[in-house]
């Protein structure tokens, strides 16, 4: 078992920064990926960025060039958001591959103003 805990979230107006972080704790050397994925209200849950054990990292397309996945630690991952803009706002998510197993955190709510 993989437990998640996000923080970070918050309201920021557009142009502005956030950092969330997302910390892992269980089972954590069966890890083989971390990623962040988000939810607007009445959409489905996308995702957003992924990083591999390896270091190998994928964006979606909206936030390329303007959100950057890391990762200091097995236990660690981040999500360095700038340039935010009004369609980023959603409940951001961390998740966690480990063999076939998925994990969930609960989510941080992040709300960008115009």
């Known amino acids: 078992q993989v437990q998640l805990v996000e923080s970070g979230g918050g309201l920021v107006q557009a142009g502005g920064s956030l950092r969330l972080s997302c910390a892992a704790s269980?089972?954590?050397?069966?890890?083989?990926?971390m990623g962040w994925y988000r939810q607007a209200p009445g959409k489905q849950r996308e995702s957003v960025a992924v990083i591999t054990s390896g270091g190998i990292t994928n964006y979606a397309n909206s936030v390329k060039g303007r959100f950057t996945i890391s990762r200091d630690n097995v236990k660690m991952v981040y999500l360095q958001m700038n340039s935010l803009k009004p369609e980023d706002t959603a409940v951001y998510y961390c998740?966690?591959?480990?063999?076939?197993?998925?994990?969930w955190g609960k989510g941080t709510l992040v709300t960008v103003s115009s």
């Open positions: 998740a966690a591959a480990a063999g076939a197993e998925y994990y």
């Open positions: 269980g089972s954590i050397r069966s890890i083989n990926a």
